[in-house]
């Protein structure tokens, strides 16, 4: 591919147009919108406006007019990036806080089985969380596999699944009708992690028979950093399962101000203590951008991104650890190599900002609705020349930083 071919699509790109709602540095060429996404330009009128307004001016009657409802209201805008209907999902606390929340309530479900079953390499904090739930319901324990042994993990006494639909460092993605088949035909609930998946490649939870999910606000979705996360429970299980962290925004009633609690109806019991509103005000404008979004365009030039990237760095001699089909894998792509960390450093001292991900995983997320074609090209032409050059064996590039 040369540059003026990745010109020519991009004339061609019915996503070109998005990369204007959103701020891009100059001299920036972002690859790390899978961990971070960017800031769509609406959500810095929108902030504006609520903090004059709504917070400034309107004070404490904001709640009633449009603050008390925003859960739902942000839930039902993920609901159909995810397959799922408007009122199966609400946006609430962290990934990890729900994780929580729906692996206890999956848990007392069914107290006859009492394993929950993931997989060895899963993003860290859903097997410490895992690990947290299971210390906390009585006689329950964490079955922890490598992927090529989780069909055998999964038995008579395995009350969840819980998978990451995309892997955070490889991109692979599981089949999520396939696994979801798999733990109903062991009799086991399935909980999957959408976090690098929401945004990023078309989600059918309702027509995998999922059970619940959770998923992440500030990647894909461009909720802003720390924004709140979702969850969603699949309609038929909804009455039946109960947040084990019961406050009183998931009350039946919370300004009735009783003793004792009593859970809301719908998704409205997932929720805990009074919702973050600055947050749930940035992530329903990066929402708002989705609603005419086809996330079939999106998948289809997240592929076309990955094919000029991987070229580039399969030609610098880099090992690709993601999948090459694009029905496999996510929005991004994993090299491997021994001076990772340093590599790293010296794209991002040269603007094309990636990540790290230890020991030896250099990531570059694909954000279809922020990245050209010919962005990817040089980026590609960066890496090469790094690589190539033995630019990163400066000492600078090796110094660690807290967040890599
Ligand atoms: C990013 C990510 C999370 C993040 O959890 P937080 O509670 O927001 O820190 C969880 N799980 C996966 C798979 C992720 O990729």
């Excluded at 006689?139 to 922890?144: D, F, I, T």
């Excluded at 939870?205 to 059970?211: E, F, Q, S, V, Y």
């Excluded at 009633?253 to 004792?260: K, L």
Aim: glycine share 10%.
């Amino acid at each position: 591919m040369t540059l003026e071919q990745a010109q020519a699509l991009d004339a061609a790109d019915p996503l070109g147009g998005y990369r204007a709602q959103f701020m891009c540095p100059d001299g920036v060429i972002y690859l790390d919108g899978n961990s971070l996404g960017q800031l769509p330009l609406s959500t810095v009128t929108a902030g504006t406006e609520l903090l004059n307004h709504a917070w400034g001016q309107r004070l404490i009657r904001s709640w009633n007019e449009g603050w008390i409802d925003a859960p739902q209201r942000v839930g039902a805008m993920i609901a159909p990036l995810i397959g799922a209907d408007a009122d199966e999902v609400i946006s609430a606390d962290s990934t990890s806080v729900n994780l929580y929340k729906l692996i206890v309530a999956a848990l007392r479900l069914n107290p006859s089985r009492n394993v929950v079953v993931s997989e060895a390499g899963n993003f860290p904090t859903d097997l410490h969380i895992a690990e947290g739930a299971v210390a906390a319901v009585a006689g329950a324990e964490l079955r922890v596999v490598e992927r090529g042994a989780l069909a055998d993990a999964l038995g008579d006494d395995t009350a969840l699944l819980l998978l990451t639909h995309v892997h955070y460092k490889t991109a692979e993605r599981f089949d999520m009708a396939g696994w979801t088949k798999a733990a109903h035909d062991a009799g086991a609930l399935i909980c999957w992690d959408l976090s690098h998946s929401a945004g990023a490649v078309a989600v059918e939870l309702n027509a995998a028979g999922a059970d619940m999910a959770v998923g992440c606000g500030y990647k894909y979705l461009n909720g802003g950093p720390g924004a709140p996360a979702f969850l969603y429970v699949a309609r038929r299980w909804q009455e039946q399962m109960h947040n084990p962290l019961s406050g009183w925004m998931g009350h039946a009633a919370p300004f009735e101000f009783a003793d004792g609690y009593e859970a809301a109806a719908g998704m409205t019991r997932w929720l805990t203590g009074t919702p973050s509103v600055l947050g749930l005000n940035a992530l329903e404008n990066g929402l708002k951008l989705w609603a005419d979004i086809d996330i079939r365009q999106v998948e289809a030039k997240s592929a076309a991104l990955w094919d000029i990237f991987h070229a580039a760095g399969t030609a610098a001699g880099l090992e690709c650890v993601t999948p090459s089909t694009p029905s496999q894998r996510g929005s991004h792509i994993a090299f491997r190599h021994s001076h990772a960390y340093e590599i790293v450093q010296a794209l991002i001292a040269q603007g094309v900002i990636g990540d790290f991900r230890d020991p030896d995983i250099l990531r570059f997320g694909l954000t279809p609705l922020t990245l050209s074609h010919a962005d990817i090209w040089r980026a590609g032409e960066n890496l090469r020349a790094i690589v190539e050059s033995g630019a990163y064996r400066q000492p600078e590039f090796a110094i660690r930083n807290a967040v890599t």
